[in-house]
């Protein structure tokens, strides 16, 4: 192969590197090779020289230590060994002069020797080899060799990447663990070297042999275009992707989401409007094709937004075209799905003809807010309510959607005949129950619907009262009611069973409370004959005739029981009176009998008393002077 040829396929090599490092930018390695400008090529060479270094030097010749064997130590020669030697006070002999003659030695006690001072545990350094054991015999000449390794240049970013390069180890590895490609291996002589190649060297040193290696690192500037600018990558060998200018590459990124953002926000503000036009969108279900369309097209956004931001000669059908297609289809499908679904008349009619009212009012009530068919949406909105009074459980619900707003004068006509028919069979039917509060209820209910009908079920309704309160004989009640049926002006022939029923019940309860009031004593004649009296009095005010026995005998009774009444509560007084004063006089006896008697000198007997014997009372207070009460 050429070096023509070797440095395209390094080019190549370089671009490969920098496609596999772009999709963690968001870009396939198909499309970054595609976006590529050129690749510009930057080569940094450097050396490394590898000498061999022989030195020589004296070292001493050294022998066996003749005072010591050897050993660094022999025995001491004061003690010979024993640790004992003789004492320099008394010269071994134990005794020294003293004033009255010898005596024993104070510094050995006597026993003629100590301690050895001279010596460790019996032996002694040895002075002449200095405890080494060893002397020296002369020197001799001794030579070594030492591997110096020098690099040349240092500063660059190559001889930074290459791991223990200045290790002597590493001249020997595979050239593929070399960070660059070796140009050149060589043993050329020192001499030849550049200075700055060649050891420094000391006396007595010698170069014995020279290894140098010749290196060469590339980087490759790999252009390309990416978001309408161009950017670079930096590719080292051994092919890595360096830093570079990624920014076109993040700008695309930036973009596309910004695209996706963008579309999201439209995407979320067609669906709010689209459920916010009518509830009929949110009721019917009609909205999923638009979120299936506003989803697709917010992932697709994104999509179209980085093929349309690739370089021009890289658009291609994956990449480019069918993304943008896709999108666009998306947008109009989303713009079909926001602007086609709505209610139809069809569907409102089907819906009413099938029994389902509340399909059919959604649909009308769509169309003729969303101003669509209006006029048929009147007419269909009618036809339910109409169908609702006809399915009401009772008149006062028919009267309810009777009151609802009617578009066509027709239907209401037809809806008011239906509600009138149930009214008056409802009537009908409560005044043969006897119903007066349905009745009454209904009144109310119908008042703004049926007038004629609800001034008719009042009437009812006071008359079926009246005969109510006539049956519980409550004439309190009947009379009310009465009173209310003549102010309804309710015929005559109408009240009077009522009123005929309501005289003889009158009648019969003061015929008989009026038995039971004469056999009774006067107090219960009161609470009887008050009574009795009240209804005399109701009697003659309803019929206008008196009644037996009449309201002014029962006062005449009243006044008479109640004065009966009020002379036993006086005669009662009377006695309660005397026997309470016999109590008090009976009392004021008692206290006096118990009452201590009290002595002349002004104090109380502790003992006597003034109903008992005063015999010995007083004795030691001068006697008694009389009673304390």
């Known amino acids: 192969m050429s070096a023509g040829d070797d440095a395209d396929a390094r080019r190549a090599k370089a671009v490969e590197v920098a496609a596999n490092a772009a999709p963690r930018y968001g870009i396939s390695p198909d499309a970054f090779r595609d976006s590529v400008e050129s690749v510009e090529e930057t080569v940094e060479r450097y050396a490394r020289a590898r000498h061999v270094i022989e030195s020589e030097r004296d070292v001493p010749v050294l022998e066996k230590c003749s005072t010591c064997g050897g050993n660094g130590s022999h025995a001491c020669t004061v003690c010979d060994g024993s640790l004992r030697a003789p004492c320099d006070e008394c010269e ?35 002075l002449p080899c200095a405890g080494r054991g060893s002397v020296s015999a002369g020197t001799k000449a001794e030579t070594s060799r030492r591997t110096v390794v020098l690099v040349h240049p240092r500063d660059g970013s190559a001889v930074r990447r290459h791991v223990g390069i200045e290790m002597p180890a590493d001249f020997d590895v595979e050239p593929s663990r070399w960070p660059a490609r070796l140009e050149k291996s060589e043993k050329p002589k020192a001499t030849e070297l550049p200075p700055e190649l060649r050891p420094q060297l000391a006396p007595r040193e010698r170069i014995v042999s020279c290894y140098v290696q010749r290196f060469a690192s590339s980087t490759y500037r790999v252009t390309y275009r990416a978001a309408l600018r161009t950017g670079h990558v930096l590719v080292e060998e051994p092919w890595r992707a360096a830093s570079g200018d990624e920014q076109p590459l993040h700008t695309r990124g930036l973009l596309s989401l910004g695209a996706a953002a963008v579309m999201a926000v439209i995407a979320f503000v067609a669906i709010i409007a689209f459920y916010r036009r009518h509830e009929w969108y949110v009721s019917e279900g009609v909205g999923w094709p638009l979120w299936l369309f506003a989803v697709g097209a917010a992932v697709a956004a994104p999509r179209a937004a980085r093929g349309l931001l690739l370089a021009r000669r890289a658009w291609t059908a994956r990449r480019t075209w069918l993304p ?16 086609v679904p709505t209610p139809s008349i069809a569907t409102a009619e089907a819906a009413l003809a099938s029994g389902d009212l509340v399909r059919a009012e959604a649909e009308a009530a769509a169309l003729a807010d969303l101003g669509i068919d209006t006029a048929l949406a009147d007419r269909v909105r009618d036809q339910i309510q109409l169908r609702h009074v006809r399915e009401s459980q009772d008149a006062a619900a028919a009267a309810t959607w009777l009151r609802q707003p009617w578009r066509t004068a027709s239907t209401r006509r037809a809806a008011t005949r239906e509600v009138r028919e149930r009214l008056s069979h409802e009537i009908r039917t409560r005044v043969r129950s006897g119903d007066g509060e349905g009745l009454a209820m209904l009144a109310g209910t119908i008042a703004d619907v049926a007038p004629d009908l609800s001034q008719a079920a009042e009437r009812e309704a006071a008359v079926a009262r009246l005969a109510s309160c006539t049956r519980q004989g409550s004439f309190e009640c009947a009379e009310s009611s009465l009173r209310e049926a003549t102010r309804l002006r309710v015929p005559h022939a109408r009240l009077e069973p009522a009123r005929t029923q309501l005289g003889t019940r009158m009648q019969e309860i003061l015929t008989r409370d009026d038995a039971v009031a004469r056999s009774s004593d006067a107090a219960a004649a009161v609470v009887l004959l008050r009574p009795m009296a009240e209804t005399a009095e109701r009697y003659e005010r309803i019929f206008d005739r008196p009644a037996t026995p009449t309201k002014v005998s029962l006062d005449e009774r009243v006044r008479r029981a109640e004065a009966d009444v009020a002379a036993s509560e006086r005669r009662a007084a009377q006695a309660r009176a005397v026997a309470a004063r016999r109590d008090r006089r009976e009392q004021a006896r008692n206290d006096r009998a118990f009452a201590p008697l009290l002595c002349r000198d002004g104090t109380y007997s502790p003992s006597c008393t003034c109903g008992g014997s005063r015999r010995g009372c007083c004795s030691h207070h001068g006697g008694v002077a009389g009673c304390s009460e």
């Open 324 to 339: 943008v297609a896709a999108y666009g289809v998306l947008v109009v499908g989303m713009v079909v799905a926001f602007a």
């Open 92 to 126: 071994g002999s134990g005794r020294v002069p003293g004033v009255r003659g010898m005596k024993n030695c104070p510094r050995c006690r006597g026993n003629g020797d100590r301690k050895c001072v001279a010596c460790d545990r019996g032996t002694m350094f040895c």
